[in-house]
């Protein structure tokens, strides 16, 4: 009779679970000779031998399986995690693809240079829930910093996958930075502000009067520049559109035609027009006053401190954490479920 399989165990030689099966293995080959019993204190000790390395395997055996068992349990409490997230996003918006814009506020160009670190922790975000992104528009502050750094004013990123917009519109706010500035050559100590707006992506063919009335745009065309002011489309194929009764303002730079760029740019002033509509209805009801979010003190939803001492930290769920370089390069997700959790438990 086969006592075990010697591929269930040959992975951890560590142990000597590869001796030990060769021996169990040559010990039940001579159990099966005629001659075996011909001396019977010697087979009783081989017996004996044999039940002990058997004892031994089927207990490393055991325990393979419950590691193999707690790995699968870890796996499928994340996946569980992650579905139960999943059935709480359930706005009207939630499964629709965002428009993740980042604005520079106070701090000047250590503002601006905030504005591109968030992008970048933004977009690693993004790929490490596999959401495929692009920039719309960006605004380029003043070339000449250090390492020839150049800062941005203003920028937009579409960012498509499952469930983007609600699992991102939580970040909408101010975001405060503190670290000594690359652009100080006193190395002094300077908070910057960027201020982060998330909006769903509405398609063209889902955009109705109801949001956009024609007689209610005001639509401009300018060249495209890149950075440092240096013009990469002599045409005016850049589009900006105003939604004159909120003051809204949206624009898309980065294609080729101005048809496109015109397209683009109305999908995210129907966006904005929604959003806006949506956050009127949530003040109504709660019977609060509407407040500009501006990027300054007082309004910063998190915090990322860089010296004197390192921790990011979400003011509204006190999350935090010390790792801040894991945070700027993208590890996004305790944050973000801490607040979707802390809205299920609103609801």
């Given amino acids: ?68 068992s707690t790995q699968n349990l870890k796996e499928l409490s994340v996946k569980i995690e992650e579905k139960s997230l999943l059935v709480f996003l359930s706005g009207e918006y939630d499964k629709k693809d965002a428009i993740l814009s980042i604005q520079a506020g106070a701090g000047g160009r250590d503002a601006e240079d905030w504005v591109c670190l968030l992008l970048k922790m933004y977009q690693k975000y993004a790929e490490s829930k596999s959401w495929r992104h692009k ?117 898309c730079q980065t294609e080729r035609y101005q048809a496109v760029n015109k397209k683009i740019a109305l999908e995210i002033l129907a966006g904005k027009v929604l959003q806006l509509k949506e956050r009127e209805k949530e003040i109504y009801l709660a019977g609060l ?12 939803i998190r915090s990322y401190i860089l010296h004197p001492y390192n921790l990011v930290k979400d003011h509204r769920t006190e999350i935090e954490t010390t790792n801040t370089q894991a945070v700027l390069g993208g590890d996004l997700e305790k944050f973000i479920y801490a607040e979707v959790s802390k809205l299920n438990k609103n609801l």
Wanted: hydrophobic share 35%; proline share 4%; net charge positive.
């Fill in 135 to 251: 920039i719309l528009f960006q605004t380029f502050g003043e070339a000449g910093g250090p390492e020839g750094r150049i800062g941005i004013k203003e920028v937009g990123i579409e960012i498509k996958g499952k469930f983007v917009f609600g699992f991102l519109k939580k970040e909408n706010g101010a975001h405060r930075l503190v670290r000594l500035s690359p652009f100080s050559n006193k190395q002094l100590r300077q908070t910057s502000f960027a201020k982060v707006e998330v909006i769903p992506k509405i398609e063209d063919d889902e955009i109705t009067e109801s949001i956009l009335k024609p007689d209610d745009l005001k639509i401009e065309t300018f060249r495209s520049s890149g950075a440092g002011g240096q013009n990469v489309n002599r045409r005016e194929t850049a589009v900006r559109a105003t939604h004159l009764p909120t003051g809204l303002v949206a624009n």
């Fill in 1 to 68: 009779m086969k006592i075990c399989n010697k591929s269930s165990i040959s992975w951890s030689n560590g142990f000597d679970l590869e001796k030990k099966f060769k021996a169990l293995s040559a010990l039940q080959e001579e159990f099966l000779k005629p001659d075996f019993w011909k001396n019977p204190k010697e087979a009783g000790e081989k017996q004996k031998k044999a039940s002990q390395l058997k004892e031994e395997i089927d207990s490393f055996e055991a325990l393979k399986a419950e590691l193999e």
């Fill in 289 to 300: 006053k509407d407040e500009k979010v501006s990027a300054d003190f007082g309004h910063q």
